[in-house]
């Protein structure tokens, strides 16, 4: 785990300047838009109600969009990178570009299955709600509890699937499969890792949140979260991507392996059956 957390940072140093450039083309328009709402709402509004609403239509829906062409470059990068070669900010950019509308599919159908089954639970309740309320409520919790655990395990079960939609040459149909089948074995090993990241990242924000000149001044601040928000998650798609490359060419080997067995076996039968005609 420390070796991966050691290649991500070492990522980072060497392609800073990079990921800063990645960064700023997510979060100058998602200011732009933080600005914009700041203007058209005023202050007529509740300071919590108005942090909602920048938060909900800029930072998720913003960031959402742009997040996505930032994950596709950011895979690229580290893909020249782990080959030895380096990616300049254009071509970053258009390969983010040219797989936003397959990441974005990606992205709901992974969004679609986690939440599945916290959709069949409030369907449940609905129609229990009509017969008994307290059954209805018991559902609800239960159902609640169990499709938490339930998203939290597919999350972890999909998490490699950006990187075999921008790096491998596969269908949507078999997007989930190819992705469970790179996380087998290492579910755990991720789910640690992601929690540990996020954890670092969450206790960064909150220091600099905390600041003194930060609480008064809200552009400076929804300026730092956003900036730290992408760094986050261009961090993460770092770490992922080394479970996704181990584990692919570990499959890539056992399949080597597989065909050179394969042969050794057909080279076998046709000596022996060769040997057996010169005999007749």
Same mark, same amino acid.
């Given at each position: 785990?420390?070796?991966?957390?050691?290649?991500?940072?070492?990522?980072?140093?060497?392609?800073?300047?990079?990921?800063?450039?990645?960064?700023?083309?997510?979060?100058?328009?998602?200011?732009?838009?933080?600005?914009?709402?700041?203007?058209?709402?005023?202050?007529?509004?509740?300071?919590?109600?108005?942090?909602?609403?920048?938060? @909900?239509?800029?930072?998720?829906?913003?960031? *959402?969009? +742009?997040? $996505?062409? !930032? %994950?596709?470059? &950011?895979?690229? =990068? #580290?893909?020249?990178?782990?080959?030895?070669?380096?990616?300049?900010?254009?071509?970053? @950019?258009?390969?983010?570009?040219?797989?936003? *509308?397959? +990441?974005? $599919?990606? !992205? %709901?159908?992974? &969004?679609?299955? =986690? #939440?599945?089954?916290?959709?069949?639970?409030?369907l449940l309740r609905?129609?229990?709600?009509?017969?008994?309320?307290?059954?209805?409520?018991?559902?609800?919790?239960?159902?609640? %509890?169990?499709?938490?655990?339930?998203? #939290?395990?597919?999350?972890?079960?999909?998490?490699?699937?950006?990187?075999?939609?921008?790096?491998?040459?596969?269908?949507?149909?078999?997007?989930?499969?190819?992705?469970?089948?790179?996380?087998?074995?290492r579910r755990w090993?991720?789910?640690?890792?992601?929690?540990?990241?996020?954890?670092?990242?969450?206790?960064?924000?909150?220091?600099?949140?905390?600041?003194?000149?930060?609480?008064?001044?809200?552009?400076?601040?929804?300026?730092?979260?956003?900036?730290?928000?992408?760094?986050?998650?261009?961090?993460?798609?770092?770490?992922?991507?080394?479970?996704?490359?181990?584990?692919?060419?570990?499959?890539?080997?056992?399949?080597?392996?597989?065909?050179?067995?394969?042969?050794?076996?057909?080279?076998?039968?046709?000596?022996?059956?060769?040997?057996?005609?010169?005999?007749?």
């Open positions: 785990m420390l070796k991966k957390l050691q290649e991500s940072v070492h990522f980072f140093t060497s392609n800073s300047l990079l990921i800063f450039l990645i960064s700023i083309s997510v979060v100058v328009p998602s200011l732009i838009v933080v600005s914009s709402l700041n203007f058209l709402l005023g202050t007529d509004l509740p300071g919590r109600v108005l942090r909602v609403i920048r938060w @909900i239509l800029s930072f998720r829906v913003i960031e *959402g969009v +742009l997040g $996505l062409i !930032t %994950i596709g470059s &950011t895979i690229h =990068i #580290i893909y020249m990178f782990n080959k030895g070669q380096t990616a300049g900010y254009l071509e970053a @950019i258009s390969i983010g570009l040219s797989k936003w *509308g397959k +990441l974005t $599919l990606a !992205t %709901i159908i992974f &969004t679609l299955v =986690i #939440i599945s089954g916290y959709i069949v639970t409030i609905e129609i229990f709600n009509c017969i008994n309320e307290y059954i209805a409520v018991c559902i609800e919790f239960f159902g609640f %509890i169990i499709s938490l655990i339930v998203m #939290i395990i597919l999350s972890i079960q999909y998490a490699l699937i950006d990187f075999v939609v921008v790096l491998e040459e596969t269908g949507p149909s078999k997007w989930l499969k190819r992705a469970a089948q790179l996380a087998s074995g090993e991720i789910f640690s890792m992601l929690i540990l990241v996020n954890l670092v990242f969450y206790i960064i924000t909150y220091a600099f949140q905390s600041m003194p000149v930060l609480s008064d001044n809200v552009l400076l601040t929804d300026s730092l979260s956003l900036i730290l928000g992408s760094i986050q998650s261009i961090f993460i798609t770092a770490v992922l991507f080394l479970f996704y490359w181990e584990s692919r060419e570990k499959q890539e080997e056992r399949k080597r392996k597989l065909i050179l067995s394969k042969a050794w076996l057909e080279y076998r039968i046709w000596r022996i059956v060769k040997f057996k005609k010169r005999k007749l």
